[in-house]
């Protein structure tokens, strides 16, 4: 049981076997007024007392405090649980309002706070009277009476007042005394002035820990007596989101516990979310793990769209607003097959989903045009279109010059598969493959094949000859014609002319010209002849030499030339004694002039001699010879020679052997030569040549590679034994260098229009380098063919110079005019002149001329004659109208002119009198066809109408056709256009005298007028 007293002690108390609330109530028995306000007493902590037990009884006399042992049966006393929680507690000494107040809350809680009636009684009942009475915790303040330890006012129920009080009579009476023990106004207050000294009325209440709001949480608490002290109740609830853990309400007891521990706020959370596949989730969660209030976004992958909220959030209930939304794959459509063409992808059409991919390619032939591979994106949409397989192009051929082409084309036009076939024209052969097709790579199985023009090979000038070929530019193409003639004092022996034929080979053997020869003369009585040609070749200019024996004297001429003609020039003279004395001076001169060329008939004897006598003055053939003082190993021996001089010394004979022991010091150690092993094989390091068996000098018993790695060769110079022999020996070594320097030349450069061709044995352009100089077509070598570096540093003659050759000087034909181009001078090697005539004259002749490599015009020059000068006798029939060109084909041919010519240009019509001796003329032309002849009309002219702007001249018999064909044939430049084909018509048919027609006016028969065969075989003009 808990009871309260101004002071605390321990009491031995005694107690009968009754139990506690017998006891308890026969206390209360007469007093009312306490079961009233203590519905409850604590008399044990069981109920029962025990025969010795602790209790707590208030004891409050004046003095020290003292424990008595007091008969529990008769002196004890309880109270109610009115006052349970704190105790009353008094100074021993007066003091003012303030310093008491100062005191109780410094010792204890605070001055005592009345709280109720039964409070007031039980003060007065166990305080002892003092004199001056005791401050009580009441005070004015801002005008009203306010509890100082709560700051409360005091409420009028609870105004406990003595009788005309507060009545402030000494003025400033803001302090209250309670009347403890006082006669009259027992328990009650009165107002004093603070300044007062009175006794010091304290309490002390049990406290409990200050309690604060809960997080995320709101406290409500009652404090009845203050602060955190016994009575205090405190209720608790939880923000929206949030619950609470623990009990809703507690109160401080008495013994200064909380009745339960503080309660929490704990929030409200809903289950835990999963990131779903495939998706992202973000989540916002201010008050931990989703709990209330957390929001979760959603996303998707790429490729990914959601399915559901994109956001949800946890509620107040803890459970979530909405569903966990889902992601699915975005899906691109089916692709269309390709022509041609395979698609291959990474998934079925099923599921082409982001990211699928699919590659495209094609067969074979085709190229894919457009992206090789295509991917479903993120939104749906494939990367790009479709491709389409294409197929491959080759590049477009034509038909070669000179040539046919035929084609099929089985996909597309000079595409995969296409095969093309070509054939030439007659004088025309093919070069490449006759047949090509277009590859599945979309090229050509071999180039385009070309026509190339059937040559025959060139011809080589003949000696004492010329060659002059129809047409140089043509470059001896089928029909060339070339004529042969020799020059003065020679025959042509052979064909005087040969034709290109269409097999490319030459109608005969090239002639030759021959000397003409004179015949042997006889010799002459007491005289000599000395001829230039032994007696089997006293040809064309030969000459022979006549002189007498001593006392006789030559009559007649002293020397006889052999002339073009096979003749002699003149007479045989005669010796005739004239008994002349002898003449020393002569003989000494004959002598003379017969020794000179004697020696210098061979120039290899000579310059050997020559080379030998040098050789004994210390000098050797083209080059001389260099040797160090120091001595070095071979590598660098090596590099001191060539920096210094050519190379090393190689040795070529033995002469060259002797020469270097004679005239190369003796040293104490011997000299390198140019000779090495390289790869196991002895090399000259210069020409990098190896040596030969023939060619080595090896001392006794060398080379023996001694000491291993004796790759390098040392010459004895001046030894006892083996002078000039070889030794191999270590290329470390140190020895002295031999080295040569060759005789070097000026460089020579190619000729200008011509071609230098050079052999450097010893190194460019020098020591026995020698040049052979040619000059291209048209151009004529002035001087030596070929140059040699002599010994002595320079050539054996002048360069050369290539001279362009010259044809004679055309002037402008009279009645025309003349334009020419010279791309090497006037009237040079390939200078070409175009003729034309003034109008009212015909040129006769070629209308260009070239000038060709011989120095010779390819033909006459052209002459302009009048119209009039053209005799129509010889004509059987002539009309021209203008027109444009045209083809006329005919089967059966007869052919006399053909003649189409355009509008701008015209003949004179030329009537048929006389011409054919009573024919009549005819005329045919091609159908409509264009492919077969027609009798057009039976009179002598073709109207423009009947095929516009075309006229075929045709008349004449079959002789007359083949006497003019075989004439254009023969000619040296057969015409090549219908422009040359009139004007070789025209021409020929005025070199047929009228005799010859006559002749050949006996067969009558007339055909369809055809296309004269000209230049190459052809029958289209």
């Given at each position: 049981m808990t009871c309260v007293a101004l002071a605390i002690t321990r009491l031995r108390c005694q107690q009968d076997e009754r139990t506690g609330e017998e006891n308890i109530a026969e206390a209360a028995r007469g007093q009312p007024s306490w079961a009233a306000v203590a519905p409850r007493i604590l008399i044990g902590h069981a109920g029962t007392w025990s025969l010795e037990q602790t209790c707590w009884v208030l004891w409050g006399l004046l003095g020290e405090l003292q424990s008595p042992i007091m008969d529990f049966h008769h002196t004890w006393e309880c109270f109610p649980e009115l006052v349970e929680g704190w105790t009353y507690h008094y100074s021993n000494k007066t003091m003012k309002w303030n310093e008491a107040r100062e005191w109780c809350k410094t010792h204890y809680t605070d001055m005592v706070a009345i709280q109720n009636k039964g409070e007031i009684a039980y003060l007065n009942e166990i305080l002892p009277y003092v004199k001056g009475y005791y401050w009580i915790g009441i005070r004015k303040m801002k005008g009203?009476?306010?509890?100082?330890?709560?700051?409360?006012?005091?409420?009028?129920?609870?105004?406990?007042?003595?009788?005309?009080?507060?009545?402030?009579?000494?003025?400033?009476?803001?302090?209250?005394?309670?009347?403890?023990?006082?006669?009259?106004?027992?328990?009650?207050?009165?107002?004093?002035?603070?300044?007062?000294?009175?006794?010091?009325?304290?309490?002390?209440?049990?406290?409990?820990?200050?309690?604060?709001?809960?997080?995320?949480?709101?406290?409500?608490?009652?404090?009845?007596?203050?602060?955190?002290?016994?009575?205090?109740?405190?209720?608790?609830d939880c923000a929206k989101g949030y619950k609470l853990k623990g009990s809703g309400r507690v109160s401080c007891s008495a013994d200064g516990t909380w009745s339960s521990e503080q309660p929490e706020c704990e929030a409200i959370t809903c289950s835990p979310l999963k990131e779903p596949q495939n998706s992202l989730m973000k989540c916002d969660t201010p008050n931990g793990n989703f709990s209330y209030n957390t929001s979760c976004q959603f996303s998707c992958v790429d490729g990914f769209y959601i399915k559901g909220a994109t956001e949800i959030t946890c509620t107040e209930s803890g459970e979530w607003r909405d569903s966990i939304p889902q992601c699915e794959a975005i899906k691109c459509g089916s692709l269309q097959t390709i022509d041609n063409g395979f698609i291959n992808c990474s998934n079925p059409d099923e599921h082409l989903v982001y990211n699928s991919t699919?590659?495209?390619?094609?067969?074979?032939?085709?190229?894919?045009?457009?992206?090789?591979?295509?991917?479903?994106?993120?939104?749906?949409?494939?990367?790009?279109?479709?491709?389409?397989?294409?197929?491959?192009?080759?590049?477009?051929?034509?038909?070669?010059?000179?040539?046919?082409?035929?084609?099929?084309?089985?996909?597309?036009?000079?595409?995969?598969?296409?095969?093309?076939?070509?054939?030439?024209?007659?004088?025309?052969?093919?070069?490449?493959?006759?047949?090509?097709?277009?590859?599945?790579?979309?090229?050509?199985?071999?180039e385009q094949p070309k026509c190339e023009a059937i040559k025959c090979g060139s011809l080589q000038t003949i000696d004492n000859g010329f060659i002059n070929c129809s047409n140089p530019d043509e470059h001896l193409l089928y029909n060339l014609t070339c004529q042969f003639s020799c020059g003065e004092g020679f025959v042509l022996e052979g064909a005087s002319h040969l034709q290109c034929t269409a097999s490319g080979q030459w109608s005969a053997n090239i002639p030759q010209c021959k000397a003409i020869k004179c015949g042997s003369l006889q010799t002459i009585d007491n005289g000599f002849i000395n001829c230039s040609?032994?007696?089997?070749?006293?040809?064309?200019?030969?000459?022979?030499?006549?002189?007498?024996?001593?006392?006789?004297?030559?009559?007649?001429?002293?020397?006889?030339?052999?002339?073009?003609?096979?003749?002699?020039s003149g007479e045989t003279p005669a010796c005739k004694d004239l008994h002349l004395p002898p003449a020393s001076i002569q003989d000494t001169a004959t002598v003379c002039l017969a020794v000179v060329p004697a020696i210098l008939s061979s120039g290899l004897m000579f310059a050997a001699w020559l080379m030998k006598r040098l050789r004994q003055k210390g000098c050797c053939e083209?080059?001389?010879?260099?040797?160090?003082?120091?001595?070095?190993?071979?590598?660098?021996?090596?590099?001191?020679?060539?920096?210094?001089?050519?190379?090393?010394?190689?040795?070529?004979?033995?002469?060259?052997i002797e020469y270097l022991n004679k005239v190369i010091p003796r040293?104490?150690?011997?000299?390198?030569?140019?000779?090495?092993?390289?790869?196991?094989?002895?090399?000259?390091?210069?020409?990098?040549?190896?040596?030969?068996?023939?060619?080595?000098?090896?001392?006794?018993?060398?080379?023996?590679?001694?000491?291993?790695?004796?790759?390098?060769?040392?010459?004895?110079?001046?030894?006892?034994?083996?002078?000039?022999?070889?030794?191999?020996?270590?290329?470390?070594?140190?020895?002295?260098?031999?080295?040569?320097?060759?005789?070097?030349?000026t460089s020579q450069t190619t000729l200008a229009h011509g071609r230098m061709n050079c052999s450097h044995p010893f190194g460019n352009f020098s020591y026995n380098s020698s040049c052979n100089f040619d000059c291209n077509e048209g151009f004529i070598r002035k001087g030596a063919k070929t140059l040699r570096c002599t010994e002595f540093g320079e050539w054996s003659g002048q360069t050369p110079a290539c001279q362009v050759s010259e044809c004679t000087s055309l002037t402008t034909p009279n009645h025309g005019s003349m334009k020419c181009s010279h791309p090497f001078g006037n009237f040079s090697y390939s200078?070409?002149?175009?003729?034309?005539?003034?109008?009212?004259?015909?040129?006769?002749?070629?209308?260009?001329?070239?000038?060709?490599?011989?120095?010779?015009?390819?033909?006459?020059?052209?002459?302009?004659?009048?119209?009039?000068?053209?005799?129509?006798?010889?004509?059987?029939?002539?009309?021209?109208?203008?027109?444009?060109?045209?083809?006329?084909?005919?089967?059966?041919?007869?052919?006399?002119?053909?003649?189409?010519?355009?509008?701008?240009?015209?003949?004179?019509?030329?009537?048929?009198?006389?011409?054919?001796?009573?024919?009549?003329?005819?005329?045919?032309?091609?159908?409509?066809?264009?492919?077969?002849c027609s009798p057009l009309m039976s009179h002598g002219f073709v109207s423009p109408g009947v095929m516009d702007g075309f006229v075929f001249i045709v008349e004449g018999i079959e002789h007359v056709r083949d006497l003019l064909d075989r004439r254009v044939r023969a000619r040296a430049i057969p015409p090549r256009n219908v422009q040359e084909l009139a004007g070789a018509l025209v021409e020929e048919w005025g070199n047929i005298s009228q005799q010859e027609l006559t002749n050949l006016v006996q067969s009558m028969r007339r055909r369809c007028t055809a296309v004269l065969q000209a230049a190459g075989g052809h029958s289209r003009y």
């Open positions: 009203n009476w306010t509890w100082v330890g709560t700051k409360k006012t005091l409420t009028k129920e609870a105004e406990n007042w003595a009788d005309n009080e507060p009545n402030n009579g000494r003025n400033n009476e803001d302090c209250v005394e309670i009347y403890i023990k006082r006669k009259i106004d027992e328990g009650k207050w009165n107002d004093e002035d603070c300044n007062k000294r009175k006794t010091a009325l304290c309490y002390t209440v049990n406290q409990c820990s200050e309690l604060t709001s809960p997080l995320n949480g709101r406290m409500n608490c009652t404090h009845p007596i203050g602060g955190f002290s016994f009575g205090t109740a405190c209720s608790f699919c590659q495209f390619s094609c067969g074979e032939g085709f190229v894919l045009e457009g992206a090789s591979h295509l991917q479903c994106t993120a939104s749906g949409q494939w990367s790009g279109e479709t491709p389409a397989c294409k197929v491959n192009q080759c590049s477009e051929l034509t038909s070669p010059l000179n040539g046919e082409m035929a084609c099929t084309h089985p996909i597309g036009s000079f595409s995969f598969g296409t095969a093309c076939s070509f054939e030439c024209g007659k004088g025309y052969r093919l070069k490449g493959s006759e047949k090509i097709s277009c590859s599945a790579e979309g090229t050509w199985s071999s040609n032994p007696d089997e070749e006293l040809v064309y200019n030969s000459t022979c030499q006549f002189s007498c024996e001593e006392g006789f004297v030559l009559e007649g001429a002293s020397h006889l030339q052999c002339t073009a003609s096979g003749q002699w083209g080059w001389k010879y260099f040797y160090s003082e120091d001595t070095m190993d071979y590598d660098h021996a090596r590099k001191w020679c060539t920096e210094n001089y050519t190379d090393m010394v190689a040795i070529q004979n033995q002469e060259e040293m104490k150690v011997y000299y390198w030569i140019g000779l090495r092993k390289i790869d196991g094989i002895w090399t000259w390091v210069g020409t990098k040549k190896p040596l030969v068996k023939e060619a080595e000098n090896w001392a006794s018993r060398e080379p023996n590679n001694q000491k291993l790695g004796e790759d390098c060769v040392e010459i004895y110079i001046k030894r006892d034994t083996d002078q000039g022999k070889w030794n191999d020996e270590l290329c470390t070594k140190k020895k002295h260098a031999l080295c040569y320097r060759v005789s070097t030349c200078s070409s002149c175009d003729f034309a005539c003034n109008k009212g004259f015909i040129r006769k002749g070629n209308g260009t001329v070239h000038c060709t490599e011989s120095g010779k015009w390819s033909n006459l020059q052209p002459e302009c004659q009048a119209q009039s000068e053209i005799s129509p006798v010889k004509f059987m029939t002539l009309s021209v109208i203008g027109g444009t060109a045209a083809t006329l084909v005919c089967s059966s041919v007869t052919l006399l002119l053909l003649m189409i010519y355009r509008k701008s240009r015209s003949l004179p019509d030329i009537t048929s009198n006389n011409a054919a001796y009573g024919h009549k003329p005819t005329f045919a032309g091609p159908d409509r066809s264009g492919k077969k």
